[in-house]
């Protein structure tokens, strides 16, 4: 599958943004796709994912009741929107794909390993 992230650009701090990642190739319905963040020096970072049938969400503490993750799978993308941003947020925004049976049942959604396909990312960045 070909991922494509979307979306980012230059926000002050407590704005928003809403990301888009849209995918092609393989049955986009039969993967979990996650966002990761990679801000400079720092390591990639899990920031949320959404299973294949967009049943079940998962977030980090770090951005928990401030980002929300759908997806459309008639439309093959998946969107993340982002409320109340930090300057803390600033970072490349990646998402990722994993086969449907792999990483969300077994918990391991938040490494990046477990992930197949990643798209080229997007920058963000939050003034204060």
């Known amino acids: 599958v070909q991922l494509q992230a979307s979306g980012g650009g230059l926000v002050q701090a407590g704005g928003s943004l809403r990301l888009s990642c849209a995918a092609s190739?393989?049955?986009?319905?039969?993967?979990?796709i996650g966002w990761f963040r990679q801000a400079p020096g720092k390591e990639r970072q899990f920031v949320g994912g959404?299973?294949?049938?967009?049943?079940?969400?998962y977030y980090s503490d770090s951005v928990k009741g401030r980002f929300t993750i759908a997806r459309d799978n008639a439309k093959n993308t998946v969107s993340l929107q982002m409320n109340s941003l930090k300057p803390e947020d600033t970072a490349v925004y990646y998402c990722?794909?994993?086969?449907?049976?792999?990483?969300?049942?077994?918990?391991?959604?938040?490494?990046?390993?477990?992930?197949?396909?990643w798209g080229q990312g997007t920058l963000v960045t939050v003034s204060s």
């Open positions: 990722a794909a994993v086969g449907r049976g792999r990483a969300f049942a077994s918990g391991t959604y938040h490494v990046p390993e477990q992930y197949d396909y």
């Open positions: 190739g393989r049955t986009f319905s039969n993967v979990n």
């Open positions: 959404i299973n294949w049938n967009g049943g079940r969400t």
